[in-house]
């Protein structure tokens, strides 16, 4: 049986681990994954589980590893748009909007 996200917060949350979570809050179009999917990003640039994967998911990374070495405690809502030519150029057959909040643990 696969881990849920809040066993996983749990099974490696420390002073050490900082771990954001991000998860789609609004999707549009034919996005890559659904309202409430979600992922754990962890400071050292690890992932559990995935919000679509690409191009849009490294965004996101980024955004969190970003947010950890601004060694704040504010959350992020992050905005993607892909159109359907944009995906076709990179290989996708998804496009559309997805906005992700990025929520630091």
């Known amino acids: 049986m696969r881990k849920s996200i809040v066993e996983k917060i749990l099974e490696v949350k420390d002073d050490k681990n900082k771990i954001a979570r991000a998860f789609v809050i609004d999707s549009k179009s034919s996005s890559p ?27 996101i990374i980024d955004k969190a590893l970003q947010l950890f070495s601004e060694d704040c405690r504010k959350s992020s809502k992050v905005e993607i748009s892909l159109t359907r030519k944009e995906a076709a150029e990179i290989g996708w057959v998804c496009g559309g909007n997805v906005e992700i909040f990025i929520q630091l643990i």
Do not use: A, P, Y
Request: charge should be neutral; charged fraction near 30%; aromatic fraction near 8%.
């Open 33 to 59: 994954r659904n309202v409430g999917n979600e992922m754990l990003i962890f400071s050292d640039g690890k992932t559990f589980s995935t919000i679509g994967g690409g191009k849009d998911e490294k965004i």
